[in-house]
């Protein structure tokens, strides 16, 4: 299973699921302890919550189960376009956010 679908599941079984702001700050604590459980070093699990905590800014406060992969390719997009990102980081982004 991936890490967001886990995420969501997991997020439907919280209490928290009832506020956007609670909602987000979970999804970033599950993503920290997948990391960490998959024995990820840490750096890489600072790239990873650093990138998914970008993603998550720029989709509040839409609640988080309405957030579908439209979402993370309008983001890539923009992302790429603001940033000029070079096709060889634009690999290496979409590689992360796969393992998502």
């Known amino acids: 299973m991936s890490i967001i679908k886990g995420l969501f599941t997991a997020m439907k079984n ?3 699921t009832t506020r956007t702001a ?3 700050q979970l999804a970033v604590r599950l993503m920290n302890e997948k990391l960490v459980s998959m ?3 840490p750096s890489t699990q600072r790239t ?3 990138m998914f905590r970008g993603f998550l800014s720029c989709t509040y406060p839409l609640p988080l189960h309405q957030v579908s ?3 993370i390719i309008q983001y890539h997009t923009q ?3 603001l940033k ?3 096709k060889t980081s634009q690999d290496l982004i979409r590689i992360r956010v796969s393992m998502l």
């Open 39 to 41: 024995r990820y070093s």
């Open 48 to 50: 990873y919550a650093s």
């Open 69 to 71: 992969r439209q979402h």
């Open 22 to 24: 609670s909602e987000y």
């Open 79 to 81: 992302l790429i376009h």
């Open 84 to 86: 000029n990102i070079s």
């Open 14 to 16: 919280s209490p928290c």
